[in-house]
């Protein structure tokens, strides 16, 4: 993970940035939980007592030399009346070319305290779309490059044919003010025979198909891009089956060399959302699947399954692959902010961390996830069918029917 001032001013837990000794980079949150004393901070340890600063000092230490993260629970915060105990999670970070320590604060005091923002909410979740498009962006100009290439062989050709035409056709005219004269018209049935007509003529119908057909796969990448950049609070009539094509067609190179792609659409109803950041979740959890096949199979494909269906109260859809799998600690963690089992650098540990925020959090519904390591893993995502559409300022997006809040 490579750091930058701004990137932990996004996060809404306090957090700084540690070289073993001295405090080199704290965000607002940190500043709002130390007051004016958070200028004064020099050593790592020094919000804890002299047992506790030890336990961080050699944590942000093993972690600089090599570790990926180590957690810390229950370290007594001294000369802060809104909390005592406090949990630190330390992951291994970048910062000026320089591996250093990003020391994240956390109890429910703290969350209490300072509150999860709507506008940090947002920043957060822009960053992890904003990130996703740049991912998709080769892929997309891959994607668009196929069809305008034989789009731009197909008019070529079409011109060729065209130049032919106005020969043959000119031929005819002749033939008309001559007449009909015998000569004439065996010089037409060469000239046809020559440029075979009847070859272009059979041929330029599947030419100008193949052109729609091009130009309409343009349009829907780019529309399908549109609509996942878009940035709106707007819930509206969500169809979830659509959702998955339109995602399907921007992630397309994502997975076409790694992963035979299965897909079964059910007869499932429409449900309301906001179908942005839906489209975002189930797009992060393709690629994560993807990342797993990969690293599993080395070149060779493995799969991936897409499935819609209803239950009970709930429209859902599982992704599953047969990639690495999750090992059992991690599946207890992998929810949790900046936990993340790729290289350093390659993840943020950010991406299901949201995505569970939009499923749960603002959709009111469930994302689940089963694995057995070594075989591959499959997420749910489950949206109710019916609920209120929501006011986008006080962060709620509705209330689950009544027969699915009985159920749950």
């Known amino acids: 993970m490579r750091l930058t001032q701004s990137f932990i001013d996004f996060m809404t837990n306090p957090a700084f940035v540690c070289d073993g000794t001295s405090i080199l980079l704290h965000n607002e949150a940190f500043e709002k939980l130390m007051g004016k004393d958070s200028i004064k901070l020099s050593e790592c340890g020094m919000l804890f007592r002299e047992a506790d600063q030890i336990r961080l000092t050699k944590a942000v230490a093993a972690v600089i030399a090599g570790e990926d993260q180590i957690e810390l629970n229950d370290l ?11 949990n630190v999670m330390i992951k291994a970070a970048i910062s ?24 940090a909410r947002r920043n957060l979740i822009n960053q992890e779309k904003l990130a996703g498009i740049g991912n998709l962006a080769a892929g997309v100009a891959h994607e668009i490059f196929n069809p305008l290439g034989y789009i731009k062989s197909n008019i070529d050709m079409l011109m060729e044919y065209f130049e032919d035409l106005m020969i043959i056709l000119e031929a005819y005219k002749k033939a008309i003010y001559e007449q009909g004269e015998s000569e004439t018209l065996k010089a037409i049935k060469e000239l046809s025979e020559k440029h075979d007509l009847d070859f272009i003529l059979s041929d330029i119908g599947g030419l100008f198909s193949d052109v729609d057909e091009g130009i309409q796969r343009v349009l829907n990448i780019v529309s399908g891009l549109k609509r996942f950049a878009h940035e709106s609070d707007e819930v509206i009539e969500y169809d979830m089956n659509e959702g998955i094509k339109s995602t399907l067609t921007l992630s397309k190179n994502e997975f076409k060399y790694d992963a035979k792609l299965s897909v079964e659409y059910g007869d499932i109803p429409k449900t309301y959302a906001n179908g942005s950041k839906i489209n975002q979740v189930i797009l992060g959890i393709i690629v994560n699947a993807v990342f ?36 059992k600690d991690s599946l207890e963690k992998i929810f949790e902010p900046f936990f993340t089992t790729k290289p350093e650098g390659v993840g943020t540990g950010l991406g299901l961390s949201i995505a569970r925020d939009i499923i749960e959090g603002q959709h009111k519904g469930r994302l689940e996830v089963l694995s057995t390591y070594g075989e591959g893993a499959c997420f749910t995502i489950k949206l109710p069918i019916a609920y209120a559409p929501f006011d986008s300022e006080s962060e709620e997006i509705g209330q689950v029917s009544k027969m699915d809040s009985d159920k749950r």
């Open 292 to 327: 797993s096949i990969k690293k599993k199979y080395e070149g060779k494909l493995g799969n991936l399954k897409i499935r819609t269906f209803a239950e009970n109260a709930f429209v859902c859809c599982s992704i599953c692959d047969d990639g690495v799998g999750i090992s």
């Open 76 to 86: 007594t915060a001294v000369e802060m009346a809104t909390t005592k105990s406090i």
């Open 96 to 119: 000026g070319n320089v591996r250093k320590a990003l020391v994240i604060l956390n109890s429910p005091e703290l969350v209490l305290m300072l509150g999860q923002g709507s506008r």
